[in-house]
């Protein structure tokens, strides 16, 4: 039995300055299967996904396993350093696949449904990150993401070039960018030091993207406590802002990121109701 790559269409430029490619998985000349391959650019590295990774025929006799590896082949000549795949939460049967050719998980995409507009507790209150604040708000925004990006397996280099082009592309005209949430949590009234010192700040991007069906999904990119100020509920609140946040947008599906290793966040996302959607593995090409 012969299993192969043949090119489904012709390549196509993307966007992040990569390409794109279907292939058909053929086994004795018969398709069994499909995947993608795309390139993206991060900074001077191109990094990989695959992607839409279906068996159609006869699975369960390493036909995936080998889509996959002739898919890294792929994007070895293409010139990546690395490839990424997400994996919905649903298909077990991928994971262990990941697993097995040594991709480490990552990160997992969770989202919720959002109904009512839940209450923030007392003794606190919420201000807009202004054009004054917004430079400092964001260095320390992007290196808390460039030191989770690091601990989930990228390198500095990588780290540092995705938190660049993330930080641009969502955020191209700053505090006032359209559509995007900046907030920042405060103990309520009086202007002492106390209370102007923030306890943590929020990012949310109202329309990230279209579901499959046409709804709009928001997404939280940010939420952040002080370090002074952890262990206190308050990361429950800015999550409850967020969702009040997109609710009064008329946005009513809310998604996030979270970084595997970080159990006390995805404890706290459970207790909010906030599901497993995708896991996402990476590994060095």
Not at 61 to 80: D, I
Not at 128 to 157: K, N
Request: aromatic share 6%.
């Amino acid at each position: 039995m012969t299993t192969t790559l043949r090119p489904e269409g012709p390549e196509t430029p993307t966007t992040a300055g990569g390409r794109t490619r279907r292939w058909r998985i053929l086994s004795n000349g018969h398709q069994v299967g499909a995947l993608r391959t795309t390139s993206a650019r991060h900074g001077t590295q191109l990094w990989g996904e695959i992607s839409e990774l279906e068996i159609t025929e006869a699975r369960g006799r390493g036909r995936g396993t080998f889509g996959a590896l002739a898919a890294e082949e792929v994007l070895r000549n293409w010139g990546c350093a690395r490839v990424d795949v997400v994996v919905p939460e649903s298909a077990q049967a991928a994971r262990g696949l990941a697993a097995t050719l040594g991709y480490a998980e990552r990160m997992r995409n969770l989202g919720k449904s959002l109904t009512a507009a839940p209450p923030l507790p007392g003794g606190v209150t919420a201000r807009p990150i202004g054009a004054a604040e917004f430079p400092a708000w964001l260095d320390r925004a992007a290196r808390a993401y460039v030191r989770s990006l690091m601990d989930s397996g990228l390198t500095e280099e990588q780290a540092r070039a995705k938190s660049r082009l993330d930080h641009h592309n969502v955020l191209q005209q700053g505090a006032d960018t359209p559509g995007v949430v900046l907030r920042r949590l405060y103990r309520a009234g009086g202007d002492d030091r106390a209370a102007a010192e923030p306890l943590g700040s929020l990012w949310v991007d109202l329309h990230l993207r279209d579901l499959p069906d046409g709804t709009p999904l928001a997404w939280v990119m940010v939420v952040e406590v002080s370090p002074a100020h952890r262990g206190r509920g308050h990361g429950r609140t800015l999550m409850l802002l967020a969702e009040r946040e997109c609710l009064a947008a008329g946005v009513r599906e809310l998604g996030l990121n979270v970084f595997s290793g970080n159990e006390v966040a995805l404890r706290l996302y459970a207790s909010l109701g906030y599901r497993v959607v995708n896991r996402c593995y990476g590994k060095q090409l």
